[in-house]
């Protein structure tokens, strides 16, 4: 491996692996090799001719935001087709259990049990979707839809089996921590961005 290969090796180390890029590598490293030898043709020492040429090319940036954007792309397509599966896996199962329900147990509304724990599938999968296409942090949106899910079984279950006594608000105290704890640490993280203090562990 010579000094050329040796410095893009570098230049590509944190791009993933991939055909693209080995191919993309192979036909810098011949170009580059090519103009080494012309300088060499021309009188510059072989020294010479490999810091010109490493020095002319610069860096990867633009290539690298391609090949991360490229990333998030196919990335983004294949959790879209899993998003998809889980709304249709999600609506077959609350059909079948609508239908259990209404059939057999009329007088009985427990069908909202078992699709409050499969919504959570394609909700979830819609959240890792927009983050991947994104590229944004998506834990406050998802605590917030989680909160008004787990409200929402809670208000059920209130006023279908204890209509005269409201006792919801005392288990909602309890959730509404979870997305206030998101939202300040979404705060948090922005100041410190705002301020140049980010130290990317957040």
Known sequence: MNEIERH?????REIPESKRKNELMQEITQNLNEKVSDLIANGQTNDQAVKKVIDDFGDIDELKKEF???????????TGLS?????WGAILITALVLFINFYYT??????VYPVFAVIWWPMSMFF????IKNDRPIGLAYSICGFILIIGLLMFINL???PLVIWVVYPAFAVIWWPLAMLFH????RNRRDDGTDDGNE
């Open 160 to 162: 279908y089996y204890t």
């Open 68 to 78: 991360e954007g490229s990333t998030r792309l196919a990335k983004s397509k294949g």
């Open 106 to 111: 009329p007088s009985v509304i427990w069908f």
């Open 8 to 12: 893009l090796k570098r230049l590509f």
């Open 83 to 87: 998003l998809a599966f889980s709304v």
């Open 128 to 131: 890792r979707w927009w983050h």
């Open 186 to 189: 979404t705060l948090r993280v």
